[in-house]
């Protein structure tokens, strides 16, 4: 069993000069404020297993609030800022929360609801008058920690319920797997309702004793002011496209950096040739999602592979499957996973929990493949296969291939109604600053890289790319806006 995420704040905590946030707070000031935190929930009335619904822009209290909720017991659901009370109304209906923490301009919104409001400011003007030693009651490592919901591409969002133990396992395992020590400091610039910027990178930085500087926002400029005092940089792939832009980028604003990692949707093999090209730094790719924290990683030390997201964390495994079984090295099908940073179900949604799983391996949805090494590829959603003719293609190698051709900037395949094929290959593409690119260049450059049925039937120009939160392309928006592509034919 892994050492729980308080019991690690509490030896942390021992070390009275040891920095949480550089030019902020320290570890023993962080266990001091998530007491007065928890003791202020409790006078509240939240007791262990309660809901708290958290809503408010990026701040260093939901650190501290994240943690306080786990000394307490309560179930911590974090909402992206950005959702409207219309949409975060199916949260607050489906999580029924004991209270929701909300920035002061969206308390009224919130409450006309129906739900138990308080403004993340007044709850810590509560906190300041409370004791700061708490009363932590018993908690087991299968109780529940977290609900986040996934994205809800399809459908109405799932929360996601994850143990105490699932973010603990997770979090020692990539210690490790990173080389993460108490000389470290991260250079936070995630948002931090997701599992990237609040468990990834808040945890790792705990479970090392290590150290972060806090943005609340992502800025090129302040990234690259920032970098000189940073060890490690945990990005998406938006981030380093952005950086990539900016000519203050140099391996001396680099150099006191000893890992970049990049994760929440592929990056092109394009961007981390280029990264490497300016700054003399491979990035490091890694595999996760909601329901699983981080699955895979491309090594610390030896090759880590564009293209792919590397190998099994420890404790973990990864399968990949066709309809008949497990397949063999090299074959695609749906990746599936087992191991103790496997969510434990959807929440009140226990029919659909069960349909997800398979023989006690959780179906993530995704499509992969393992190479000879035992490096694994992901090849798209399975959702986003596009069966064209009766053929499989995968959006991923016709993004990869398409991503190699000059001036393009950004890629994404997809699938549209087709009266002949059934589907037809899409392909929405960005161009680089200064490119022109045409339809007929791009289809013709790809025959020799592609086979005939894999080639886009229509290339459509954009300026940009839809993308929600964490840089993921939306497909589904994608498919959606061109859904009577061919429905004249």
Same mark, same amino acid.
């Given at each position: ?36 935190? #928890?003791? $202020? *929930? @409790?006078? +509240? ?7 708290? !619904? %958290? ?115 997770? #979090?020692? $395992? *990539? @210690?490790? +797997? ?7 400091? !991260? %250079? ?117 592979? $564009? ?183």
């Amino acid at each position: 069993m892994s050492v729980d995420v308080i019991a690690k704040l509490k030896e942390m905590a021992g070390d009275p000069g040891r920095v949480w946030i550089v030019g902020g707070q320290s570890y023993a000031g962080l266990l001091a404020q998530t007491g007065q935190l #928890a003791n $202020a *929930l @409790v006078s +509240l009335g939240l007791k262990k297993g309660d809901r708290l !619904l %958290l809503q408010v822009e990026k701040c260093e209290a939901v650190l501290s609030l994240y943690l306080a909720c786990l000394r307490a017991g309560v179930v911590f659901l974090p909402v992206n800022p950005g959702y409207t009370v219309a949409e975060t109304a199916h949260f607050l209906q489906d999580a029924e929360p004991a209270l929701a923490v909300t920035d002061a301009d969206r308390v009224a919104g919130l409450e006309a609801l129906g739900s138990r409001v308080i403004a993340l400011p007044d709850l810590m003007s509560l906190a300041s008058g409370q004791r700061a030693d708490f009363a932590d009651p018993n908690h087991g490592p299968d109780d529940l920690a977290a609900i986040l919901y996934t994205s809800g591409t399809t459908g109405r969002s799932k929360g996601v319920m994850l143990s105490r133990d699932n973010l603990a396992s997770n #979090a020692e $395992a *990539l @210690v490790g +797997l990173w080389r993460f020590t108490e000389a470290d400091v !991260l %250079l936070h610039a995630l948002p931090v309702f997701h599992t990237h910027g609040l468990f990834v990178a808040t945890n790792c930085v705990l479970y090392s004793g290590a150290s972060m500087i806090f943005q609340r926002a992502f800025s090129p400029a302040a990234v690259l002011a920032a970098l000189p005092g940073a060890t490690v940089m945990m990005g998406v792939p938006t981030f380093y496209t952005r950086l990539l832009a900016d000519p203050g980028l140099t391996r001396q604003s680099t150099a006191h950096i000893r890992l970049f990692l990049s994760g929440s949707a592929p990056l092109s093999p394009a961007t981390h040739a280029e990264w490497q090209d300016r700054t003399g730094h491979a990035i490091l790719e890694r595999y996760g999602m909601t329901e699983t924290n981080m699955i895979t990683s491309n090594p610390y030390d030896g090759a880590r592979k $564009a293209g792919t997201v590397g190998m099994p964390l420890p404790g973990v495994e990864v399968r990949i499957a066709g309809p008949s079984g497990v397949l063999p090295q090299g074959e695609a099908g749906a990746i599936e996973v087992r191991g103790p940073n496997v969510f434990h179900g959807y929440w009140r949604l226990p029919e659909k929990t069960a349909e997800e799983f398979r023989d006690g391996w959780f179906v993530t949805g995704d499509m992969g493949a393992f190479d000879g090494e035992g490096y694994l590829s992901i090849l798209g959603r399975a959702k986003d296969l596009v069966i064209t003719g009766g053929l499989n293609v995968y959006p991923a190698e016709v993004e990869a291939a398409l991503d190699d051709l000059p001036g393009v900037a950004a890629s994404a395949v997809i699938g549209v109604p087709h009266p002949d094929f059934g589907e037809a290959v899409v392909a929405c593409l960005v161009a680089a600053k200064g490119a022109a690119l045409e339809e007929g260049t791009v289809r013709d450059a790809l025959r020799d890289r592609l086979a005939a049925f894999k080639i886009p039937k229509r290339v459509i120009l954009l300026e940009e790319l839809p993308r929600n939160a964490m840089g993921k392309v939306q497909k589904a928006e994608l498919r959606r806006v061109h859904a009577g592509l061919f429905a004249d034919r």
